[in-house]
């Protein structure tokens, strides 16, 4: 059963830090990896999503990369933002075709 | 383009009765989800439907929950009846293709008191 984990469940940095959130899987036998970010009592909006052909991909001050052998991706955060505080979600899509979400990392960065 | 349209944005309603749900995906996109989510469990796959037909129910918490999609502009999940455990937020989203990206709606916030 495929498992997802983010690290950390928080984070708090001050405004123009560069930053890393983690997600970690238990199966790598994924079609691909999505990133989101939520904020409070909103809708999900997708980041960016690698298919596991796939390395990384940029978008912005965003870069998303993907180790399907080691079951992990990284989101990095270049100049860290005050309105880049949100929810952040990583999704895996696995067997079945069927999404299975982390709990995702609060960040809070300050200004 | 709209986005995913999600309706009602909230609901209240009492332990016994009926709720549906109500979700009009992006034009043009086959593939369709329907999400819980609490503070406990997070974001939940509940099912999820490809060109109108249902693929994946095993997220479906029991027989209280059904959901169809009669058509590809609309779908529909219903609890009857409702039970205070079943108070989430419920999302909606399609995509172009199973493995495409999944875009959210603004969710549907549920209290059932």
């Known amino acids: 059963k495929q498992e997802v984990t983010q690290i950390p469940a928080a984070l708090s940095v001050p405004e123009g830090e560069n930053l890393v959130l983690n997600c970690s899987f238990t199966d790598s036998a994924i079609y691909n990896l999505q990133w989101f970010r939520q904020d409070p009592g909103k809708g999900l909006t997708s980041l960016l999503l690698?298919?596991?052909?796939?390395r990384e991909q940029t978008s912005g001050r965003l870069n998303a990369s993907l180790d399907k052998s080691s079951g992990r991706s990284t989101l990095y955060i270049a100049a860290s933002q005050p309105g880049d505080s949100a929810t952040y979600l990583c999704a895996v899509l696995g067997g079945g075709f069927k999404t299975i979400f982390g709990a995702g990392t609060r960040l809070f960065v300050k200004a | 383009d709209a986005g995913v349209i999600q309706s009602p944005r909230h609901e209240v309603t009492e332990m016994g009765q009926e709720v549906t749900l109500r979700c009009k995906p992006i034009s043009g996109h086959n593939s369709l989800f329907w999400y819980r989510q609490t503070m406990m469990r997070g974001l939940e796959l509940l099912i999820y439907f490809n060109n109108n037909v249902p693929i994946d129910d095993s997220g479906m918490p029991e027989d209280r929950f059904s959901a169809k999609m009669p058509n590809a502009s609309f779908s529909t999940l219903k609890i009857q009846p409702s039970e205070p455990r079943d108070s989430a937020v419920y999302f909606c989203?399609?995509?172009?293709?199973?493995?495409?990206?999944?875009?959210f709606g603004p969710g549907t916030r549920l209290l059932v008191l």
């Open positions: 690698i298919q596991s052909s796939q």
């Open positions: 989203a399609s995509s172009l293709g199973q493995q495409e990206t999944q875009y």
